[in-house]
Structures are given as structure tokens and as C-alpha cells.
């Protein structure tokens, strides 16, 4: 308790709220560029940190944290580039709205689920941290290959109207997945002899070509203008109403999140998918999704933030970061003589909240800065698309060369925009794409990880709980339709 | 010149050196990024450039065994290594509650059965590490579980998935700290001053030793006065206290820094040992 109070009195210490403020600043903005994600800043800022002293190093690292994964949602909403891959899910919903003229809907929309999603993660984190680090034990390959599968069993429904088109845009997203040197035997697939496809090929190149660089091809392709879209509608910032109808979203997304991002080998962009996935499932408005549903902006939104802090409680509880971006946030507690792990929250508690409250104080900073803003923003989507797209064309360049310094991840990009405007032209949704290239390869690699570790026996996966459950969920959700439509059938042939 | 991706370990080692290194040689450096490929594209980059010695390569083992696999990247007979940055020796680790307490136990059980080594993926650094071991200390060809890093290698270990471990010490540090994983030996020449009671693999009669190393090395045909100025440099670059502070905080040898000849026996010995073990495991064309 001792502890805990003198963790939330950084939050009047000037100097660590003006660090909190700046990163959250840096991070919005950083986030919102597509190619500068917030581990690459993080990772440039790191040797900054040093001589700050451990409290605002590590308030200001995860402050733009925090601040990254939604400035990510900013450019996926009003011009479909998602600025982090994270943002993927949340350009699917909040792009189309933009194009309704709904525009700053969207954006206030994301930082309102954003902030509550990150605010819950973060209680979450002060609450079970080292309960919920114990539970990244039990979940093992197998663990993670029926997470997968249920994360995929839901490929069919998700995206356009049509399920055959989804499976087939599904089966393209896992055949990408599968490009690049192979875990299990050393080998490279598809690679072709093509050294930038040996590592497989990047989320980041694809999500951008097929949303920002293939839009822009549709855009270009379409005779006529965009339908003027009135200003006061584009401004208009989400009320209560509006709040009301995504409660259940946002509190869909956060516990997602929070507990998908608390497992290391999941991070943000699986979460936001299979928060928009969770989402569309018990939504009362099933209809509008695809269209610009605001609910489908909430939930995804709300997953990628609590995400953040899930994520937190490997890195802090167990030494283990579960993304590139915690990597470098534990690199930078190691570098200020913090050795995470168990103990850190008996021997450090008083570092510890100071982390969490700045966490806090972030969520907040972005919430108001988002609200703010969200109606200057959304005049960007009121921009004519001849001067929108060349500049948003040069983003995708540049996004899709940045994060490896790479021409062929430009290529990749390239190409991927191409599928995206033929997936336009022809009535696919992006979204089982990026379902499958997400899920893909871990749905193969931890199969065969379990089929090592079980002695190549399937019968191995009988002796796991936790897999058998989430095999049983999987299986409910695949066949509730199916039973529900034969048990109606049934009752009306009684009547 | 680095094969990792801003922000990875071999990039912040490079980066860590640079911050004295501009000083010492009285010039700027950058740092280029070329990830692809496990170390491929780095080394054609290299091969790309001038041998002046104004690139300068930080290489892994890694890159040996892409070498390997890739003869018409530049071999290790077309550099010239120029001194060690980093040596992280490996420790074998069990679980807690493993049946197998004592090292005597391990290398029992894994002559009677195959064990499961978690490890990094198959023709990898790890793999041929672990080979090596089983192979001097006669056990069965053990079964690599490959896993993406370090991280999921401990969670497995102590979640009960595989049996052993072969890990740096700061990749399990807070799992050592909390006793939930036990060090059962070093796979380095001498004990670990952090672990003194833990005996070395070479005390127990096993001609194996593992380790993370890293160095630096420039192409075949730089000047020599050149290569000696770098390796004075380099080597009065890491000496400064903020690089032993970087290699102290992230648990690695304070011995690490090392000249071109050890470095250069280090990588030689390293490039045989992979060569057999690739062959041996029937991954080499």
C-alpha cells in the first residue's frame, strides 16, 4: 500500500508529468506515421533515457507506448493506411466511416475506447500482474495452436457479405504466411532463392498495400469524385448515444485484449483482429459491419490499448517481453538497474506503480488530446483525393521501406496493393486476409512444435485442459449456426 | 554494418560501442540495418563494398552457418576478423521440479532416452550447439523443440514442454532469481563468477562449449595498418565504462572484449563444429 501511494505521487512530480506529456505528444505522432512504429522510437530514444533516472525514463517510454498504438488508428481511419500494424482491425470499420463523412465519429470513438481499454488493462496489471504472469506458464504450443484455431474458425464470417470469398481471401492470407524459412526444418519455402524472402514476408508491407496504395488505385480508378462530404458531419465527435451502443464493444475488447496481450507470444494486432471478430459476434447490429460500423471501430480499438498493458505483465513479472516493443522497454529497465521479474513487485514497488500511474496519466493525456483534435483531424478526410493520395502514396513508400530499411518489402507492398485493388474490383474483404497471415504461421509452427513435444502424437492434446476448452469453443461457435437453424427447422415443422 | 533490426541485441551492441568509438578513430559512425536472410543480406552488403575498412561487420555465428549453407556469400576465409564484442556463455537449465537434479541424472537419462532441448529453429545456432553436447557427452541425438527466441524457450522450460534448456543467463535471470529453473552446468572454460557453484560442462568431462558471441570483422584486402588500427581502436572503444557498464547490466562476460586472434581461433573452431554438426544433421547440400 506503502508502495502503491508512493507510486501515485509521481503523478504531481512536474517533471515526470512533463515527460508522460511529451512522449504521449511523440507517440501520437509517431503512431499516426506510417513506417515510424513506436519501437523504432522507443529503440532511437532508449540511449535519451539514460541520464533521466529510472522513474521518468521508463513513464516516458510507456508513455509512448501507450500513445503509439492509438495514434495508429488516426491514419486507418481517415486515409486506410494503418499507421501500426495494430491499427489493422480498426481500418477495416473506421475507414469506410470516414467515407460516409463520419470521420471524426471514428476518431473520437478510437480514443475513447482506446483510453478505456488501456486504463482497464493497466488496473488489470496493478490488480493480478503476477497472478496472470503465472497463467503465461501454462500456455505452452498446444495452448497457443487451439488459440489460434478459434481465432481462425472465425475467417468465414468476418469481412464481406460472401463466406466463400472470405475463405478463399482467408486460404490466400495462410499460404503468404507460409513463405520463408521454416522453423521446424530449417528450409526455406517460396522463398525462390530471394533473400528478402527468406525471413517470410512482413505484416507491415502488406497491411499498408492492401489498404492505403490498393484504395488509392481504386480511387483512381473510379470516374467520379467522392461524394462531398459535409463538414459539420465529418466534426462531429461520438455522444452519448453513441457511447451507450459500443459499451459492450469496448468492454468486449478490453478483456481480449488485456489477456491476449498478457501472453508473450501474442501482441496487439492479433488482439485487435479477434477483439473485431468478438465484437461482430455479439453485436446487436451485425449488419452495419463491413459498412462502417462504430462498434467495430470500439472493440478492435479497445483491444490493441489493453493489449499494452497485458503485455506489461510478462515483461515486468516474468523478465520476458511478448513484442519487439517491450523488448526494448525491458532493454531500457535493465539499463536503469531494474531486474524484472517475481520479486520486482516486493523489492521496487514504489518504481513499479510510478510506471503504472504514468501508464494512466498517458491514457488519459490521449484521450483528451484525441478528443480535442478529432475534429481538426477530420477534415483531413474532406481534403479533394487528388492531393490526398499522391501524399498518402509517398507514406506507403516510405512505411513500407522503414521498419527494415528494405527495397523489397517496397515490392512486397507494391504487390500487396495490387491484390488489394483486385480484392476490391471483385468484392473480397481484406480482413480473412490479414486473419490468415497473422494467424497463419503460428497456427503451423505450433502444431508442429506440439507434435515434437508430444513425440508425434496427437492424442497429446488430450492431456491439456486449456486446449481442449478453447477446442471446444472453437467447435460451439462452428456449429451454433448450423444446430440453432436445424432446431428451428424442427420447431416449424412441429408447428 | 548489422543483421539485426533497430532495437534487436546485436544492433544495441553496436550502437553501445559507437558511443566511444567516434573519439577514438575521430570519425562518424552509422550504423546500417540489413536484416534479411540471417545474416545473407549483411554480408553481400559487405561484399558490396570497398575492402578500406571503412565498413566494418558485426557478425554472429549465425552468419557462419548461412555461410555454410550459402556458398556464394563471402566465406570466412574472405574476412578478417578484427576483435570479440560480446561472449555470453550457456548454461544447461532444468526445471524446478525436473526429475533430473543433478548433471549426473541428465546425462543418465539422456543416454537411455532422446531428451527435448528447447532451442532456436533447426539449423540454427542452438541446434548445432546442442548437437555438439550430446555428441561429447554421448547421449542420444537429442530432439530440438525450436521455438522463436529465448523468452518461449523459458516459458516452455517451465511449463514442463521440453526437459532442457540451453540458455544465457540473463535470459532466465528473474527464473533463476525465483528458483524456478536450476542452473545444472556452464557451458563455458571456467565457472561463472555469478554462479560459482555451478561446475563447468569441460569439469564433468564434457568437450563442449556454448555461447552468444559477437564480433567484428572487415573484407579480405584491407590494408594491414589499417586492420591493426581498427583493432586498437575497437578494442579501446569497448573499454570505456559505458560498454562495460552495457555488458555488466545485461549479464554478459566482462571478459568479452578480446583481440583478432582469439576472436579469429573463436570463429574458426565455431565454422568447424557447425560444418560437422549440419552435416551430421544432413541440412547441409
Known amino acids: 500500500m506503502e508502495g502503491f501511494l508512493g507510486g501515485l505521487a ?62 495508429g488508428s488516426i491514419t486507418a481511419i481517415l486515409v486506410n493506411a494503418p ?103 530449417g528450409v526455406e519455402r517460396y522463398a525462390f532463392g530471394v533473400m528478402e ?42 455522444g452519448w448515444a453513441e457511447m451507450r451502443k459500443c459499451a459492450r464493444s469496448i468492454w468486449i475488447g478490453s478483456g481480449i485484449g488485456t489477456f491476449i496481450g498478457a501472453l508473450p507470444a501474442l501482441g496487439a494486432t492479433t488482439a485487435a483482429l479477434i477483439g473485431y471478430n468478438e465484437t461482430r459476434r455479439w453485436s446487436k447490429h451485425k449488419h452495419e459491419f463491413g459498412h462502417g460500423s462504430i462498434e467495430g471501430v470500439a472493440g478492435p480499438e479497445a483491444a490493441n490499448n ?13 523478465g520476458i517481453p511478448g513484442s519487439a516493443t517491450t523488448a526494448i522497454i525491458l532493454a531500457g529497465l535493465i539499463v536503469q538497474g531494474v531486474r524484472p521479474g517475481p520479486h520486482l513487485f516486493n523489492e521496487q514497488p514504489t518504481l513499479l506503480y510510478a510506471v503504472f500511474a504514468s501508464m494512466l496519466a498517458a491514457n488519459l493525456f490521449y484521450l483528451a488530446m484525441g478528443l480535442y483534435m478529432a475534429r481538426f483531424f477530420a477534415r483531413i478526410s474532406l481534403i479533394p483525393s487528388a492531393f490526398l493520395w499522391p501524399a498518402v502514396f509517398v507514406l506507403c513508400v516510405v512505411g513500407a ?15 500487396a496493393g495490387v491484390v488489394g485493388f483486385l480484392f476490391r474490383r471483385a468484392g473480397f474483404s481484406p480482413a480473412p486476409l490479414i486473419m490468415g497471415l497473422v494467424l497463419g504461421g503460428m497456427v503451423e509452427e505450433t502444431l508442429k512444435q506440439s507434435l515434437i513435444i508430444f513425440g508425434d502424437d496427437l492424442s497429446g492434446f488430450l492431456g491439456r485442459p486449456i486446449a481442449l476448452l478453447l477446442f471446444a469453443v472453437t467447435a460451439a461457435g462452428l456449429l451454433w449456426p448450423v444446430a440453432s437453424r436445424l432446431l428451428r427447422f424442427a420447431r416449424a415443422a412441429r408447428a | 554494418m548489422t543483421h539485426a533490426g533497430v532495437g534487436g541485441g546485436t544492433d544495441i551492441t553496436a550502437r553501445m560501442m559507437m558511443v566511444s568509438a567516434p573519439a577514438e578513430f575521430g570519425q562518424e559512425f552509422t550504423v546500417v540495418n540489413r536484416t534479411a536472410g540471417s545474416g545473407a543480406q549483411a554480408l553481400q552488403y559487405l561484399a558490396s563494398r570497398p575492402a578500406d575498412g571503412h565498413t566494418i561487420i558485426l557478425m ?36 524446478r521440479d525436473s526429475p533430473l537434479r543433478t ?17 532456436t529453429h533447426v539449423g540454427g545456432v542452438d541446434h548445432v550447439a546442442i548437437f555438439a553436447f550430446g555428441r561429447a557427452a554421448q547421449l542420444q541425438q537429442p530432439t530440438l523443440v525450436p521455438f522463436r527466441g529465448g523468452g518461449d524457450i523459458v516459458i516452455n522450460l517451465v511449463g514442463g514442454n521440453i526437459d532442457v534448456g540451453l540458455l544465457n543467463p540473463a535470459e532466465a535471470e528473474s527464473q533463476l532469481r525465483a528458483g524456478e529453473v536450476r542452473p545444472l552446468m556452464v557451458m563455458s572454460e571456467q565457472r561463472l563468477s555469478g554462479f560459482p557453484n555451478v561446475p563447468t560442462g569441460k569439469e564433468l568431462g564434457i568437450n563442449a562449449t ?76
Open chain 2, 60 to 95: 554472429t555465428q549465425t552468419h557462419l552457418l548461412t555461410m555454410l549453407r550459402n556458398r556464394n556469400l563471402p566465406q570466412l576465409s574472405d574476412l578478417i576478423p578484427l576483435a570479440r564484442a560480446t561472449e555470453d556463455p550457456q548454461m544447461i537449465l532444468v526445471r
Open chain 2, 210 to 285: 556454448a555461447a552468444t558471441v559477437r564480433g567484428y570483422a572487415v573484407l579480405r584486402g584491407t590494408p594491414e595498418d589499417r586492420v591493426a588500427r581498427l583493432e586498437q581502436g575497437l578494442i579501446r572503444a569497448m573499454s570505456g565504462p559505458i560498454y562495460r557498464g552495457y555488458l555488466e547490466n545485461t549479464g554478459q562476460s566482462l571478459d568479452s572484449v578480446a583481440g583478432r586472434e582469439v576472436w579469429g581461433r573463436q570463429l574458426t573452431g565455431f565454422y568447424e563444429e557447425g560444418r560437422e554438426a549440419l552435416t551430421a544433421l544432413g541440412l547441409l547440400r
Open chain 1, 83 to 185: 499507421g501500426d500494424p495494430s491499427a489493422s482491425a480498426t481500418a477495416l470499420e473506421g475507414f469506410k466511416m470516414a467515407e460516409k463523412g463520419q470521420a471524426g465519429l471514428a476518431l473520437g470513438m478510437s480514443a475513447v475506447a482506446s483510453a478505456i481499454g488501456g486504463i482497464f488493462s493497466v488496473v488489470v496489471l496493478i490488480v493480478a500482474a503476477p497472478l496472470l504472469a503465472q497463467s503465461a506458464y501454462s500456455f505452452g504450443p498446444p495452448e497457443y495452436f487451439a488459440l489460434a484455431l478459434f481465432g481462425l474458425s472465425m475467417c468465414a464470417a468476418i469481412g464481406g457479405d460472401s463466406a466463400v470469398k472470405n475463405l478463399i481471401a482467408a486460404a490466400l492470407g495462410l499460404l503468404i504466411a507460409t513463405v520463408g524459412m521454416d522453423l521446424t526444418t
Open chain 1, 401 to 415: 521501406y522503414g521498419p527494415n530499411q528494405s527495397m523489397g518489402d517496397v515490392y512486397v507492398m507494391l504487390a
Open chain 1, 306 to 318: 489493453a493489449a499494452v498493458g497485458g503485455s506489461m505483465v510478462p515483461t515486468l513479472a516474468l
Open chain 2, 103 to 119: 548433471p549426473e541424472e541428465l546425462l543418465a537419462a539422456g543416454r537411455a532416452r532422446s531428451l527435448r532441448f528447447g532451442g
Open chain 1, 10 to 71: 509521481v503523478l504531481v512530480d512536474p517533471y515526470v508529468m512533463l515527460m508522460v506529456l511529451l512522449g504521449t505528444v511523440l507517440g501520437i505522432f509517431v503512431g499516426a506515421l506510417p513506417g515510424i512504429s513506436g519501437s523504432t522510437t522507443i529503440a532511437l530514444m532508449l540511449p535519451m533515457t539514460i541520464a533521466m533516472g529510472p522513474v521518468p525514463a521508463i513513464c516516458f517510454l510507456g508513455a509512448i507506448y501507450c500513445a503509439a498504438n492509438f495514434g
Open chain 1, 197 to 238: 524472402l527468406s525471413d517470410g514476408i512482413g505484416f507491415v508491407p502488406v497491411l499498408i498495400g492492401l489498404f492505403a496504395f490498393g484504395e488509392m488505385l481504386d480511387q483512381a480508378a473510379r470516374r467520379y469524385g467522392k461524394p462531398t462530404i459535409a463538414f459539420t458531419d465529418a466534426a462531429r465527435v461520438p
